[in-house]
């Protein structure tokens, strides 16, 4: 569970600054070329890992996994 929380820390920096990182490209002055492609497919994939690992953990905080309460 300490892995996947660290992972979510290093994927949500990682998610913070890319979007930082484009729009600053896209209002440069003077304007800056349009962003690659892979800058914009790398954080997608980044997005995509941030949002599945996110459902892991909501769906282990619901199930709780080795609870003894049966709730």
């Known amino acids: ?3 996947i929380l660290l992972s979510l ?11 930082v990182k484009l729009l600053a490209a896209l209002g440069a002055d003077p304007p800056a070329p349009a962003p690659d492609r892979s800058a914009t497919s790398q954080l ?3 997005t995509g890992l941030f949002n599945l690992l996110w459902a ?4 282990l905080m619901v199930v709780r996994p080795g609870s003894s309460t049966g709730a």
Do not use: E, N, Q, S
Not at 56 to 59: D, H
């Open 1 to 3: 569970m300490t892995k």
């Open 44 to 46: 997608a994939m980044f």
């Open 56 to 59: 892991a953990v909501t769906i």
């Open 9 to 19: 820390h290093v994927l949500a920096a990682i998610l913070a600054i890319g979007p």
